[in-house]
């Protein structure tokens, strides 16, 4: 609706035989035919021009199908299919429905022209994300076809202010491929004082360079691509220098430039001071680069001397040749980056898949610990249960041997120190029977041991004592 309003709008305002657009370029928007006779007619022995530049194939796409745009690093387009694109976003310009040539600033143009034409490319092409991020590349697209935009008004301002000629005289010479309406507004700002003014200026620095590039059609882009191309490595501004100022025939434009050539090639030979890239990097520049030596001045902000559209100062801070050199170009950053990202991945999944194994592994060993460690509390329980009775039996013995020892001493009469010796030899023997039915591999068997030999040895101490008290009659009394 808003559309349709616009264009009910416009038909208002603009007279009917001056708006000469249809509906159909509306919907679909493309280039319009100068179809009225053209008021000066050429004389009949000039040769006949091509016409406007169409590009219907292009424009009669509807989305099914989408070209891959090719760009080189710096996002410049490149190769035909490149130019193509170039010269049919220069088509826009002809449709002041979709491409108003007023205001004179670009970007004081509605953002709703902005998006549609938008729209229009974004239905036909498809533009490397690796190279322009996908939300930068409207603002990418917008920023050529106000460069396209701004030739354009250049160039019909070329066609139609002459020297001499009145607003009256131009305002008549309106091309009927432009918007009557729009037409006027920019006739208005030609003739208007302040840019009258600025125009004077400009051609007043126009007339001080003392060289003018001869690329024609081609932009710098585009001819460095072939050099790289028939090279076998991207090339540096000072290369595209040599090649654009001359002539079909070779020969340098001016003096000046055949100078600025000659200091170009002989800094060109030596190895340490030239830039190296790979193809599709775009032209190589820097702060200290072959081209900056020679012409001297430092690059102003907003804009790269011999490097084409698109490339500002702050778009790449490259200060000096060997940080240029190490710089990777973007696209093959973006890559290296999604390769480094995908190796991460992988090595997390294998470092986690080894953080699974070893704890998988180690909940086996605990396991099998446990077991091990159990069967080793059971075999030791067994052993001390096995001593114990030992000790219990060999207690038992000791008991009956020292009665049947007393016995003896008694019957015998034997003095105490027959008794002591006795049962010095009694405690011998005994730890002699303990000591050949233990296992000594056993720590803990072997303190039980010696602790029964302790107790046995007071025991005995304590007999001693006994037998020193009482007498004889009253000790056997007592013991049996």
């Known amino acids: 609706m808003t559309l349709v309003f616009s264009v009910l709008v416009t038909i208002y305002l603009c007279d009917k035989d001056d708006y000469v657009q249809t509906p159909a370029l509306v919907q679909n928007p493309a280039p319009i035919q100068n179809s009225a006779p053209v008021q000066?007619?050429?004389?009949?022995?000039?040769?006949?021009?091509?016409?406007?530049?169409?590009?219907?194939?292009?424009?009669?796409?509807?989305?099914?199908?989408?070209?891959?745009?090719?760009?080189?690093?710096?996002?410049?387009?490149i190769g035909k299919d490149g130019s193509l694109f170039v010269r049919?976003?220069?088509?826009?310009?002809?449709?002041?429905?979709?491409?108003?040539?007023?205001p004179a600033a670009w970007p004081s143009v509605d953002a709703k022209f902005k998006q549609d034409c938008w729209a229009e490319i974004e239905m036909r092409y498809i533009i490397d994300p690796n190279i322009v991020a996908p939300p930068n590349q409207m603002a990418w697209a917008m920023h050529l076809l106000g460069e396209l935009r701004?030739?354009?008004?250049?160039?019909?301002?070329?066609?139609?202010v002459k020297i001499g000629l009145t607003?009256?005289?131009?305002?008549?010479?309106?091309?009927?491929?432009?918007?009557?309406?729009?037409?006027i507004e920019m006739v208005d700002y030609w003739f208007n004082q302040k840019t009258v003014t600025l125009s004077d200026k400009n051609k007043v620095s126009r007339d001080k360079q003392e060289e003018i590039s001869r690329s024609g059609a081609k932009s710098l882009a585009q001819i460095s691509d072939e050099m790289a191309k028939a090279k076998g490595s991207a090339v540096e501004r000072a290369e595209v220098y040599q090649r654009v100022y001359r002539t079909k025939d070779g020969v340098p434009i001016s003096t000046h430039a055949e100078e600025n050539m000659s200091r170009m090639t002989e800094l060109l030979n030596d190895p340490s001071i030239?830039?190296?890239?790979?193809?599709?990097?775009?032209?190589?520049?820097s702060n200290d680069d072959v081209y900056a030596r020679v012409m001297g001045r430092p690059e102003r902000p907003g804009r790269v001397r011999g490097v084409g559209f698109g490339i500002t100062l702050?778009?790449?801070?490259a200060t000096t040749l060997s940080q240029f050199a190490s710089t990777p170009s973007s696209s093959r950053t973006t890559l290296r980056i999604s390769e480094l990202e995908t190796s991460h991945e992988q090595l997390r999944e294998q470092v986690a898949q080894s953080e699974a194994r070893h704890r998988e592994e180690l909940a086996q060993s605990e396991a099998r610990h446990r077991e091990e460690l159990a069967a080793s509390e059971a075999r030791h329980q067994q052993q001390m249960a096995d001593?114990?009775?030992?000790?219990?039996?060999?207690?038992?013995?000791?008991?009956?041997?020292?009665?049947?020892?007393?016995?003896?001493?008694?019957?015998?009469?034997?003095?105490?120190?027959?008794?002591?010796?006795?049962?010095?030899?009694?405690?011998?023997?005994?730890?002699?029977?303990?000591?050949?039915?233990?296992?000594?591999?056993?720590?803990?068997?072997?303190?039980?041991?010696?602790?029964?030999?302790?107790?046995?040895?007071?025991?005995?101490?304590?007999?001693?004592?006994?037998?020193?008290?009482?007498?004889?009659?009253?000790?056997?009394?007592?013991?049996?």
Request: charge should be positive; hydrophobic fraction near 35%.
């Open 150 to 160: 701004r030739n354009r008004r250049t160039k019909l301002k070329k066609e139609h």
């Open 314 to 317: 702050s778009g790449r801070n």
């Open 167 to 183: 607003r009256e005289q131009v305002l008549a010479s309106h091309p009927t491929t432009i918007m009557k309406a729009q037409w």
């Open 40 to 77: 000066n007619p050429t004389p009949e022995n000039r040769r006949k021009s091509r016409g406007k530049t169409k590009l219907s194939d292009i424009w009669a796409m509807t989305g099914e199908y989408k070209t891959q745009l090719p760009l080189n690093d710096e996002g410049q387009p």
């Open 274 to 285: 030239r830039l190296q890239g790979e193809i599709g990097r775009g032209i190589l520049w």
């Open 387 to 480: 001593v114990m009775t030992s000790v219990r039996d060999m207690l038992n013995q000791m008991s009956q041997g020292a009665r049947d020892v007393s016995t003896q001493v008694l019957q015998m009469g034997m003095q105490k120190s027959v008794y002591c010796n006795a049962s010095s030899l009694l405690t011998l023997n005994v730890f002699g029977l303990a000591i050949s039915n233990l296992q000594f591999n056993r720590m803990t068997s072997t303190l039980q041991i010696l602790f029964n030999i302790k107790s046995l040895r007071r025991f005995l101490a304590a007999e001693e004592n006994a037998a020193e008290s009482m007498s004889t009659a009253a000790f056997i009394e007592t013991r049996l």
């Open 88 to 102: 049919w976003l220069g088509t826009f310009c002809e449709n002041g429905m979709l491409c108003p040539l007023t």
